[in-house]
């Protein structure tokens, strides 16, 4: 009998691409199962503009009033609120357990084999969907690695109990050594009874009630998480990515940037491998002073270079962006007059860029998302991770898979011109270690294609992956129906 798959994403932008790329990639691989995607009133409007005309997926209403939890009113995603506010959110999100239950009873009406894929902060609808006798699985945008340390940062809060810097993961040895510089705010400000805290440990500790976990990434290059989480919940960990949005479907942002021709005319001047793309993703941006020393490295450097510019932090995101306050003098007319570099305002076409012959480094602030595409796409990383699981993205990018450089920490670190040239050149120039970079960055854009490779009775590791936790969803199903 058909199944029902019922996607359930925490009300960020972040998650909610994410999940869509995921209910795309079912509907294609079994145009026979029902698949909806619930959220709030507002991000269903959202993503209704989202889907493609000719897809099958239901979009299903949760009612929310973000006015009756001290929120501004019609406030539903994390996108469109400040920092301090996104906690109060989150808690809010509790109140969806008593419609969400009721809405997976309506359709267990109707249909007895139903999947629920939710959301790494959604734990508790792993205890609903035991309580209803439904499989249930967790699905998370990010890497095995960096999911790994943040989960196990929340779960034992190891720089509570030491005066060092740095600190070890009592459950992750693997991960070697963490520095207090890479813990996002809310973390290096936890001492367990703060609210952060609360949430994280009520909700993480329900992922035992869950059935699997299904993470966007590559069995091959990060098992080390993926073996976390095996021994840590004794459940299946499925690697079933890249999951990614083809073109198109993705939002083009606020702004809505540059015409994706216009980049790829400029991109097609360039000689190969010469050009480094910086962007930080859609939810981040520096500081003044930074973007100051920014530019300066990038003149300095001599590269090319493609930079997506958004105010600095301090600033409106979507205020018109003032050259001439937050650029050094003179800096936009030499960039000009050598065509150097294209400032890009607000978004540009990622994929497009990064798959550019031109494109030798991508700058980044080392979101899964990013990481993925760049690492698609054999570019190596030049990381400045910002928040939440990024710094250990990063710190495994780096350390252990050997594609990645750090330039900077944090969006308050000091950053200093020579530093960033000195990376600049070291990943795009001939040293050894640039060489090494890219030769290791290629390997790793085998292992992601062979991943997903579906042909000629060749199954790469990733589409085995997602027919197992399919098969075996099935059969608990046929199980729990005798
Ligand atoms: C919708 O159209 C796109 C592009 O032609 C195709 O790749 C995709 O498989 C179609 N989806 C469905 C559900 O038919
Ligand atoms: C949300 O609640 C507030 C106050 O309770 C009410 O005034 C408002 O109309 C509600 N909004 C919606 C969309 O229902
Ligand atoms: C998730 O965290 C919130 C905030 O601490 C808490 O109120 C809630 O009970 C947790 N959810 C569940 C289902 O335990």
């Keep these: 009998m058909a199944e029902t798959i019922v996607l359930f994403p925490c009300m960020a932008q972040g998650h909610i691409i994410p999940f869509l ?29 989202s889907l493609p005309p000719n897809s099958s997926i239901t979009l299903l209403e949760i009612p929310f009033n973000s006015s009756n939890h001290g929120l501004p009113p019609n406030i539903e995603n994390t996108d469109s609120i400040p920092y301090h506010l996104v906690i109060k959110l989150l808690q809010a999100t509790n109140s969806l357990k008593p419609s969400f239950t009721q809405l997976i009873q309506n359709i267990q009406k109707h249909h007895q084999n139903i999947v629920i894929i939710s959301d790494l902060f959604f734990g508790w609808t792993a205890t609903v969907a035991k309580d209803l006798g439904v499989f249930h699985v967790i699905f998370s945008g990010s890497g095995g690695y960096g999911l790994a340390c943040y989960y196990s940062l929340w779960v034992n809060l190891p720089h509570r109990h030491v005066d060092s810097d740095e600190f070890t993961l009592p459950d992750l040895p693997e991960a070697r050594v963490i520095h207090r510089t890479q813990l996002p705010a809310n973390i290096a400000e936890a001492d367990g009874s703060d609210a952060w805290s609360l949430f994280q440990h009520s ?25 976390y989480f095996t021994r840590k919940l004794n459940i299946p960990v499925w690697a079933i990515g890249p999951v990614v949005l083809s073109t ?34 859609s939810m981040n941006t520096i500081s003044v002073s930074q973007m100051m020393e920014l530019a300066i490295a990038l003149e300095k450097s001599e590269k090319n270079f493609v930079w997506v510019v958004r105010p600095p932090i301090g600033f409106d995101i979507n205020s018109e962006f003032r050259e001439n306050e937050w650029f050094p003098e003179g800096f936009i007319e030499k960039i000009l007059e050598g065509n150097k570099g294209l400032i890009v305002y607000d978004w540009a076409p990622q994929v497009e860029v990064l798959k550019h012959d031109s494109v030798c480094a991508f700058l980044s602030h080392c979101g899964w998302n990013s990481v993925m595409e760049s690492l698609s796409h054999g570019v190596p990383i030049l990381g400045w991770p910002m928040a939440a699981e990024q710094f250990y993205n990063c710190k495994y990018l780096e350390e252990e898979v050997g594609v990645c450089v750090e330039v900077a920490r944090g969006k308050r670190c000091d950053v200093k011109h020579e530093d960033i040239v000195d990376k600049i050149v070291l990943v795009m120039g001939e040293s050894e270690k640039g060489v090494k970079m890219r030769k290791k960055v290629a390997e790793i854009r085998q292992q992601i ?34």
């Design 449 to 482: 294609k062979d991943a997903v490779k579906d042909e000629d009775g060749f199954k790469g590791s990733s589409v085995r992956a997602l027919d197992e936790f399919l098969s075996v969803a099935a059969t608990s199903i046929k199980d729990k129906n005798l």
């Design 248 to 281: 198109g479907s993705g939002s083009r942002g606020k702004g809505g940037g540059i015409e994706p021709e216009l980049c790829l005319e400029w991109l097609n001047t360039k000689p190969l491998n010469s050009v480094l793309f910086v962007c930080f993703g």
């Design 203 to 227: 909700n993480f500790s329900q992922w035992s009630n869950s059935d699997g976990i299904l993470l966007n990434t590559v069995q091959d290059f990060d098992s080390v998480g993926l073996n």
């Design 21 to 49: 790329a995921l209910a795309l990639k079912l509907e294609e691989k079994n145009k026979d199962k029902k698949i909806i995607i619930v959220n709030t009133p507002l991000n269903i409007k959202k993503l209704k503009s």
